[in-house]
């Protein structure tokens, strides 16, 4: 194995995506990868363990360099081995000497004899292991540490497609050739929320849930048969493709993506095989379909993870498509309006409906994490799921008043509850109404002073919002939730694509602020390759992580850089900057990078580089960074956590958390200081500058910069509108001498009383 492999890490996706697509069944897809991955890290050998949790087993899946018959055979419990040793430590394992391990398993089958050095790493989706990633060497060696670096790479940059196949190559192997019968006054009824929001309508059901059993025996020739088989197959891959615009010209192709395994699907040829194998037998298309599919659903509810199991829902959408091209279909959905009832909406569904037509949804299946449930609350259609049983008493045309709130549904509403929900629509729209007036007004206080407003985005679709909410250009871009919805690290032309569709919908006299890669262990996608941390929030997270494996990072500056070249509008900011040298070595990275493009003959700009100050100790220290730096930003989300030692996400502790606390705010006004002496623009980012309690205490302690989720922008202008500078001065000196953050609140409502909110 050399350092640096000749195909680097993060190339290896594309060629494992190709293998993928070009491969005709799982088993032979698994086998390319590690005769792949071998010859690129120049190995005399590499092999992939499956891990069954269920049985609590490793199995040889794939293998290059052993005995290719012992695929399958091979089998060991995750306490033998030195490949157990890899899952039970999750982290690298390697040995220069394998057979001299105490841990070591002989598996002479195999023909290992050969070999002497291993090394593998643990591969992980969803934040559990579902196998190991092994190489070997004939020669006796001891791994480096860029040997092993270049290998957990592989492992993060291929964990989610080797898992999807492993799951496929299960299917496949499980799924039986068993025919399985299918199954054939005013109320209040508790259910789950799954979309916020308030709906009242009539009741739009779509009946036909499941299909009728198809006829089984064709009356046509198998060449018939088989050429219906193939135009189904590609009028749902066209279909599927359509609904990933159509889906990302709504919201982005962040949700997009779910369709992705979708596609899948449709190219794994053992499914494709199996149905050929019935139509071969003398079965008609739409029945071969319908047979497999069940085959298919049957192995997935053998399976634990409900994570994998959810895959059930994309398969049954791609065969209920399927079926329907062959005129085997279901209620159009395209066609409801009111409130849609339904025991289960496919993605493929909820992706045709019309927003304007459907005030809300109801259902019986699908919780918070289906893809279901994202998709509704991307559309910002209401959602509830109740039990089938109280679904099964809905009718057609049945008055329904939904709260997506709360979970509640009111099936035959009396005028009373009617009008209690009339009240809350009519109120959040007066209100509403009422906030319209300030989208386009500066943000100012009620004696003039100027108080720009920013925007927090996280998905290509929330910059639209920009202009309804009157934002004044974005603060802060997450770019990380870009990368979560990937299965793989994005290349350079693929981020910069998505970055200028970005830039091309902000005006370019507004700044937009990209915030670079900012991962943890408590927030990663399963390709990233995270360990588990006892404490994420405190570990290798962030640009700690970026700057010891700064390969992502260069490629995510790199494609920001080409996007800025039509806009000048661009600035980058750095999370959780602690020390002053973690912030040279990214400014020096930039440089870097602009220096490589330029000797590649393109004509970049230079980008305004910042530092976002959530960490106390660069609090402490930002006298000594304001020099080095052309913008900074307050992170108030975590600078509050870590100042009061203060979990959010944990329900025993939430209470105690609260940025309107007095040390939070005299860090707040030390930052504000030192960057007023240095003539630095700085922004505060966070819940706290949407608090109708806190914008006013900024404010005061001298902050003129605010990003915020859009829709609160309206609230925040009314609320300093208000208020004079004078007024929020006296305000924020005497909450620096309170010792509580209820304290400080009273204090606040008591001066000039409190905000009105946006309905719940």
Same mark, same amino acid.
């Given at each position: 194995?050399?350092?640096?492999?000749?195909?680097?890490?993060?190339?290896?996706?594309?060629?494992?995506?190709?293998?993928?697509?070009?491969?005709?069944?799982?088993?032979?897809?698994?086998?390319?990868?590690?005769?792949?991955?071998?010859?690129?890290?120049?190995?005399?050998?590499?092999?992939?363990?499956?891990?069954?949790?269920?049985?609590?087993?490793?199995?040889?899946?794939?293998?290059?360099?052993?005995?290719?018959?012992?695929?399958?055979?091979?089998?060991?419990?995750?306490?033998?081995?030195?490949?157990?040793?890899?899952?039970?430590?999750?982290?690298?394992?390697?040995?220069?000497?394998?057979?001299?391990?105490?841990?070591?398993?002989?598996?002479?089958?195999?023909?290992?004899?050969?070999?002497?050095?291993?090394?593998?790493?643990?591969?992980?989706?969803?934040?559990?292991?579902?196998?190991? =990633?092994?190489?070997? %060497?004939?020669? $006796?060696?001891?791994?480096? /540490? *860029? &040997?092993?670096?270049? @290998?957990?790479?592989?492992?993060?940059?291929?964990?989610?497609?080797?898992?999807?196949?492993?799951?496929?190559?299960?299917?496949?192997?499980?799924?039986?050739?068993?025919?399985?019968?299918?199954?054939?006054?005013?109320?209040?009824?508790?259910?789950?929320?799954?979309?916020?929001?308030?709906?009242?309508?009539?009741?739009?059901?779509?009946?036909?849930?499941? =299909?009728?059993?198809? %006829?089984?025996? $064709?009356?046509?020739?198998? /060449? *018939? &048969?088989?050429?219906? @088989?193939?135009?189904?197959?590609?009028?749902?891959?066209?279909?599927?493709?359509?609904?990933?615009?159509?889906?990302?010209?709504?919201?982005?192709?962040?949700?997009?993506?779910?369709?992705?395994?979708?596609?899948?699907?449709?190219?794994?040829?053992?499914?494709?095989?199996?149905?050929?194998?019935?139509?071969?037998?003398?079965?008609?298309?739409?029945?071969?379909?319908?047979?497999?599919?069940?085959?298919?659903?049957?192995?997935? /509810?053998?399976?634990?993870?409900?994570?994998?199991?959810?895959?059930?829902?994309d398969l049954k959408d791609v065969g209920y498509r399927l079926l329907n091209y062959l005129g085997h279909g279901r209620s159009v959905v395209t066609e409801k309006a009111g409130i849609l009832v339904a025991r289960q909406l496919l993605p493929g569904d909820i992706a045709r409906l019309n927003p304007d037509c459907i005030q809300g949804i109801l259902t019986s299946s699908g919780g918070v994490v289906s893809h279901t449930a994202i998709l509704a609350r991307s559309l910002l259609v209401p959602a509830v799921c109740i039990s089938e049983d109280e679904l099964a008493t809905i009718h057609e045309g049945d008055e329904i008043a939904l709260d997506g709130d709360v979970g509640l549904v009111v099936l035959h509403p009396s005028e009373e509850v009617l009008g209690e929900f009339s009240r809350r629509l009519e109120q959040e729209r007066l209100y509403r109404k009422h906030l319209e007036s300030y989208r386009e007004l500066p943000c100012q206080t009620q004696d003039g002073e100027r108080i720009g407003i920013y925007a927090n985005v996280a998905m290509e679709g929330d910059v639209l919002q920009l202009e309804h909410y009157g934002a004044e250009g974005v603060g802060l871009y997450r770019t990380e939730i870009y990368f979560l919805s990937l299965d793989r690290y994005p290349q350079v032309e693929e981020q910069e694509k998505t970055y200028s569709r970005i830039l091309s919908r902000v005006p370019k006299d507004q700044r937009m602020i990209f915030r670079t890669l900012d991962i943890g262990a408590d927030k990663a996608a399963p390709y990233m390759g995270f360990q588990q941390e006892e404490n994420p929030f405190l570990g290798f997270r962030a640009l700690r992580r970026q700057l010891r494996q700064p390969e992502v990072l260069k490629k995510q500056i790199k494609a920001l850089f080409l996007a800025a070249r039509t806009h000048d509008n661009v600035q980058l900011l750095f999370p959780m900057v602690m020390e002053l040298d973690e912030f040279r070595k990214a400014k020096k990275l930039v440089e870097k990078c602009r220096n490589e493009l330029e000797l590649q003959g393109l004509d970049v700009p230079k980008l305004p580089v910042g530092a976002m100050f959530e960490v106390p100790a660069a609090v402490m220290l930002c006298d000594h960074f304001m020099p080095e730096l052309d913008f900074c930003s307050i992170g108030s989300n975590d600078l509050t956590q870590y100042v009061l030692a203060v979990d959010r996400n944990n329900p025993q502790t939430s209470n105690l958390y609260d940025p309107l606390h007095p040390s939070v705010l005299q860090l707040i006004r030390r930052l504000a200081d030192s960057a007023k002496r240095h003539d630095k623009p700085l922004e505060l980012c966070g819940e706290m500058a949407s608090d109708p309690d806190g914008c006013v205490v900024l404010v005061g302690l001298g902050i003129r910069l605010l990003s915020m989720n859009p829709p609160l922008i309206p609230v925040v202008k009314e609320r300093l509108s208000q208020v004079t500078l004078e007024q929020a001065q006296k305000i924020a000196k005497r909450a620096l001498e309170m010792h509580s953050a209820g304290e400080v609140r009273r204090h606040i409502r008591r001066t000039i009383g409190t905000a009105r909110k946006l309905p719940a």
């Open positions: 194995m050399t350092t640096p492999a000749p195909l680097a890490p993060t190339d290896l996706f594309a060629e494992v995506s190709h293998i993928i697509t070009s491969s005709h069944n799982a088993d032979e897809t698994l086998s390319r990868i590690v005769r792949m991955i071998a010859e690129q890290t120049q190995v005399d050998g590499c092999s992939i363990y499956g891990y069954l949790s269920k049985e609590d087993l490793l199995v040889l899946k794939a293998t290059h360099g052993l005995n290719q018959e012992t695929v399958g055979q091979v089998r060991m419990h995750s306490s033998e081995g030195l490949v157990g040793l890899v899952l039970e430590q999750m982290q690298p394992v390697h040995v220069a000497q394998m057979q001299s391990h105490l841990r070591f398993k002989p598996f002479p089958q195999t023909n290992e004899d050969s070999l002497s050095s291993l090394l593998g790493v643990p591969l992980i989706e969803h934040r559990q292991p579902f196998g190991v =990633l092994v190489v070997h %060497t004939i020669e $006796s060696r001891d791994f480096s /540490e *860029d &040997e092993i670096s270049v @290998l957990t790479t592989i492992a993060s940059q291929i964990s989610s497609l080797v898992s999807k196949t492993l799951l496929i190559q299960q299917l496949d192997k499980t799924a039986v050739h068993t025919a399985v019968p299918v199954q054939r006054g005013s109320q209040r009824i508790s259910g789950n929320s799954v979309a916020s929001g308030v709906a009242t309508g009539r009741a739009a059901v779509m009946q036909q849930t499941t =299909l009728e059993e198809p %006829t089984r025996l $064709s009356e046509r020739t198998p /060449e *018939d &048969e088989l050429a219906d @088989l193939q135009a189904a197959l590609d009028h749902v891959t066209e279909d599927t493709l359509k609904l990933v615009d159509k889906i990302s010209g709504y919201v982005g192709p962040d949700e997009a993506a779910i369709f992705h395994v979708h596609l899948m699907f449709l190219e794994d040829h053992t499914f494709q095989e199996k149905i050929q194998q019935h139509i071969e037998e003398g079965a008609t298309v739409a029945w071969a379909i319908y047979e497999t599919i069940e085959e298919y659903l049957i192995a997935f /509810e053998e399976i634990d993870d409900p994570y994998l199991r959810e895959k059930g829902t």
